[in-house]
Nanobody
Framework: VQLQASGGGLVQDGGSLKLSCAAS????????MGWFRQAPGKEREPVAV????????YYADSVKGRFTISRDSPKNTVHLQMNSLKPEDTAIYYC?????????????????WGRGTQVTVSS
């Protein structure tokens, strides 16, 4: 089971980034996929989660209206489009997979994890 995240980087306040997470076929379906983040000195928190059926999504209140999670099933990839980025979005972002989107989001945990990718938003 492997998850490979990419797309992090340095962006200015108000800018955009798109994160991608490539998963092995066995991981992707029928798993829910999610993005978490952890800022220095803070606990890891869920950012966005999408169910295997694409119709179920959860977002942290802090990113609603700015971030969009999507999954490309033929490519076993999940994306996180991040717009209107703020300095407080600066964190290491992790991709995760779990059988239940609801549990992943509300229990703030996944069954499988990828390595993180750094997102830095400068003011």
């Amino acid at each position: 089971v492997q998850l490979q995240a990419s797309g992090g980087g340095l962006v200015q306040d108000g800018g955009s980034l798109k994160l991608s997470c490539a998963a092995s076929a066995r991981t992707f379906s029928p798993y829910a996929m999610g993005w978490f983040r952890q800022a220095p000195g803070k606990e890891r928190e869920p950012v966005a989660v999408i169910g295997w059926s694409h119709t179920v999504t959860y977002y942290a209140d802090s990113v609603k209206g700015r971030f969009t999670i999507s999954r490309d099933s033929p490519k076993n990839t999940v994306h996180l489009q991040m717009n209107s980025l703020k300095p407080e979005d600066t964190a290491i972002y992790y991709c995760a997979a779990a059988l239940s989107a609801q549990q992943m989001f509300h229990q703030r945990n996944g069954d499988y994890w990828g390595r993180g990718t750094q997102v830095t938003v400068s003011s």
